[in-house]
């Protein structure tokens, strides 16, 4: 393994502990007790038992040449950066802002340790390794974190739709949302782009009909501002990452 394998490694345990193993109810008690919460001791011990696992499963593929106390170390360092970081978070107003803000914080926490472990402080331009990682990663930003964003993106617009009848299964549109990004992204990724084409298509023809017999023509630009953040963040982590693949696999 590489020293960017870690970096790699240390993203992949913060987006599963931050956006997979994080309930609900811990954000909410985070937001209700701030730096009292146990829930969000919680999740910083979840965030340090991944970050540990991720430099443990590195330092055996490299060798075991580091010292483990330093890992150790690191992810204490990790954890603790995690739990200040989150509680001012939950003393805002919990929006966009600090969403983008929050995770800017995490990511370039992870970077300088990283860069401070491994003595490797050349990573710009970033070189990005051979390896699933890179596509895993890509997968799971497309899933929950990308369905985070939407919801921030439209939320100033979301109260003028609370008046109109609840229609539909019950969090119907956010798996459907998660399902097309991945449809896309492998899509792209498969350079079948045709099949994309397809896939809008038949989503057109069936939301056709809800958005016709709308009544409220608020809806209706909600669901086509919905689907078009959706499909541009599909499509822009798709393409990034093609223009990468020949460099990933040494082409």
Same mark, same amino acid.
């Given at each position: 393994?590489?020293? @960017?394998?870690?970096? /790699?490694?240390?993203?992949?345990?913060?987006?599963?502990?931050?956006?997979? =193993?994080?309930?609900?109810?811990?954000?909410?008690?985070?937001?209700?007790?701030?730096?009292?919460?146990?829930?969000?001791?919680?999740?910083?011990?979840?965030?340090?038992? /991944?970050? @540990?696992?991720?430099?443990?499963?590195?330092?055996?593929?490299?060798?075991?040449?580091?010292?483990?106390?330093?890992?150790?170390?690191?992810?204490?360092?990790?954890?603790?950066?995690?739990?200040?970081?989150?509680?001012?978070?939950?003393?805002? !107003? !919990?929006?966009?802002?600090?969403?983008?803000?929050?995770?800017?914080?995490? /990511?370039?926490? +992870?970077?300088?340790?990283?860069?401070?472990?491994?003595? !490797?402080?050349?990573?710009?331009?970033? $070189?990005?390794?051979?390896?699933?990682?890179?596509?895993?990663?890509?997968?799971?930003?497309? =899933?929950?974190?990308?369905?985070? /964003?939407?919801?921030?993106?439209?939320?100033?617009?979301?109260?003028?739709?609370?008046?109109?009848?609840?229609?539909?299964?019950?969090?119907?549109?956010?798996?459907?949302?998660?399902?097309?990004?991945?449809?896309?992204?492998?899509?792209? =990724?498969?350079?079948?782009?045709?099949?994309?084409?397809?896939?809008?298509?038949?989503?057109?023809?069936? $939301?056709?009909?809800?958005?016709?017999?709308?009544?409220?023509?608020?809806?209706?630009?909600?669901?086509?501002?919905?689907?078009?953040?959706?499909?541009?963040?599909?499509?822009?982590?798709? @393409?990034? +990452? $093609?223009?990468?693949?020949?460099?990933?696999?040494?082409?």
């Amino acid at each position: 393994m590489t020293d @960017l394998d870690l970096l /790699l490694l240390l993203l992949l345990a913060h987006v599963l502990g931050d956006f997979y =193993l994080q309930p609900l109810s811990w954000v909410k008690d985070r937001l209700k007790w701030h730096f009292k919460s146990p829930k969000l001791q919680l999740h910083v011990s979840v965030h340090m038992g /991944l970050s @540990l696992l991720a430099l443990l499963v590195w330092q055996w593929g490299y060798g075991w040449q580091h010292d483990s106390l330093m890992a150790v170390l690191l992810a204490l360092t990790i954890g603790g950066s995690h739990y200040l970081i989150d509680v001012a978070k939950s003393y805002s !107003n !919990n929006g966009l802002a600090a969403f983008l803000l929050d995770q800017l914080a995490h /990511l370039t926490v +992870l970077l300088l340790l990283w860069s401070a472990y491994t003595d !490797n402080w050349q990573w710009w331009p970033p $070189r990005l390794p051979a390896g699933w990682l890179v596509v895993g990663i890509a997968y799971l930003l497309v =899933l929950t974190p990308a369905s985070v /964003l939407i919801g921030q993106l439209l939320r100033s617009w979301r109260p003028e739709l609370l008046a109109l009848p609840v229609q539909g299964l019950l969090a119907g549109g956010h798996y459907i949302g998660m399902l097309e990004r991945a449809l896309l992204l492998t899509f792209v =990724l498969l350079d079948q782009f045709a099949a994309v084409g397809f896939l809008l298509a038949a989503k057109s023809i069936f $939301r056709f009909g809800d958005l016709s017999r709308a009544q409220d023509v608020k809806f209706t630009e909600y669901v086509l501002l919905g689907t078009l953040l959706s499909i541009s963040i599909s499509l822009g982590i798709g @393409l990034a +990452l $093609r223009c990468y693949l020949p460099v990933l696999s040494g082409g």
